[in-house]
Structure formats: structure tokens, C-alpha cells
């Protein structure tokens, strides 16, 4: 059981440069989140959603956009990557009392 | 509005010391989850417990336990004789059952463990 997989591991991007973060879980969640995780910072919701076809903001959705096509899936997409958004990013899926998260990836806009 | 707060930055102690991590938290709601993970230096998330607002037993797992208190809304980690491989970052967690399960995290606590 895989559980939350997220890929790349790690990823350096020049600034203006697009990506996308993949994420996806086998264990038929309804809920997905992403977050990102700042140096010496907890972490922050970016976008969440509660279905395919569902997506919502999260605390800091600026810079990022989502979409979730099917329930294993839910990739997040930087359009013109900026330094600010240097960061770890940890993907989840789960519910309230039960979230399972991503091993990360390490992204670095230069 | 959610918030939670971890005062400690960075805690040094000794192996075998025991330590306590502080937790504060505010919450609108009377249904909520509270959440203790923990990062090692490798970069995961390590989940550790979950307590549900309404049940404030204390909990006790090996060498870690935790103390909810509603009256201080608190849920504080103690981790008795600590182990170098304690070393890590730890996160309060909060989650409003009824906000479409968000988890709002507080910014951590560092702890090293000194052999």
C-alpha cells in the first residue's frame, strides 16, 4: 500500500519558469490537501479539496493553481515561479481526524 | 478564529532529561481535533496522536504522553527520558470538524537531544 505518493523529490526552477507537483494516493480519499512548509515554519494550506471536480483555497492559494480530475490525483500547478515560493510542499489526503501525508518536495526557485 | 501557538522555538536537553512541549490553542468550535506530528531531520511527518475535544484523558504512549486541559486550552507533550533520536521538530496541530477538515498547524518546536 503506497499510500500518498508526491513527485519530484527535489526540483530547482528559474524564476518565470512553470511546474507542476504531483500527488497522488491510493486509498480512495475523498479529501486532498496541499500545503507548503517554510524554513523554520509549520505549515500553511494552499489548496485543498473535497472531491473530483472540487477545489478550494486554502491560506495562501497566490501563485498556485489546482485541479482534480479523479480522486487519486491532485497535482499543483506553478505558473510563473517566483523566489517567495521556495519551500518544501507536502501533499495529504484524509480527513479531519486522519490525514496522511506526502514525503515532500523540496522545490527552489533561483 | 483558529490559531495555535507553540512559545517554544528551540529546546536543548540532555538525554535522559524529560521534556515537556507546550501547546496553546483557540478555537471557535466545540468539535475539534487536536494532533502532535513529528518531523526528523530526513523531512517526513510523523503522526503521533490525535485527541478529539471531547475527550480529555490524558494519554500515555511508551516514553511520550500528552495532557489536554480544556479550562487552559492546552495539549501539551511530555517525553520522558528523552533519546537522541527524540531529535526532531515537533507540530501542534488543530482541525475545526466542522471547516471542511482543514488542520491548521502551529510553527513548531526544535528539539535537540544532547548525548
Known amino acids: 500500500n503506497a499510500g500518498v505518493t508526491q513527485t519530484p523529490k527535489f526540483r530547482i526552477l528559474k524564476i518565470g519558469q512553470s511546474m507542476t507537483l504531483q500527488c497522488t494516493q491510493d486509498?480512495?480519499?475523498?479529501?486532498m490537501y496541499w500545503y507548503r512548509q517554510d524554513p523554520g515554519m509549520g505549515l500553511k494550506l494552499i489548496y485543498y479539496?473535497?472531491?473530483?471536480?472540487?477545489?478550494d483555497k486554502g491560506e495562501v492559494p497566490n501563485g498556485y493553481n489546482v485541479s482534480r480530475s479523479t480522486t487519486e490525483d491532485f497535482p499543483l500547478r506553478l505558473e510563473l515561479a517566483a523566489p517567495s515560493q521556495t519551500s518544501v510542499y507536502f501533499c495529504?489526503?484524509?480527513?479531519?481526524?486522519?490525514?496522511?501525508f506526502g514525503p515532500g518536495t523540496r522545490l527552489t526557485v533561483t | 478564529a483558529q490559531k495555535v501557538t507553540q512559545a517554544q522555538t528551540e529546546i536543548s536537553v540532555v538525554e535522559k532529561e524529560d521534556v515537556t512541549l507546550d501547546c496553546v490553542y483557540e478555537?471557535?468550535?466545540?468539535?475539534?481535533?487536536l494532533f502532535w506530528y513529528k518531523q526528523p531531520p530526513s523531512g517526513e511527518l510523523v503522526f503521533l496522536i490525535r485527541?478529539?475535544?471531547?475527550?480529555?484523558q490524558n494519554e500515555i504512549s511508551g516514553r511520550y504522553s500528552w495532557n489536554f486541559q480544556k479550562s487552559t486550552s492546552s495539549f501539551n507533550f511530555t517525553i520522558t527520558a528523552s533519546q537522541v533520536v527524540d531529535s526532531a521538530v515537533y507540530f501542534c496541530?488543530?482541525?475545526?470538524?466542522?471547516?471542511?477538515?482543514?488542520?491548521?498547524f502551529g510553527k513548531g518546536t526544535r528539539l535537540h537531544i544532547l548525548p
Open positions: 496541530a488543530l482541525s475545526e470538524a466542522e471547516r471542511d477538515d482543514k488542520i491548521i
Open positions: 485527541r478529539n475535544s471531547f475527550d480529555e
Open positions: 479539496s473535497v472531491g473530483a471536480g472540487i477545489t
Open positions: 486509498m480512495n480519499h475523498n479529501y
Open positions: 478555537t471557535r468550535d466545540t468539535t475539534y481535533y
Open positions: 495529504a489526503s484524509g480527513r479531519t481526524y486522519e490525514q496522511y
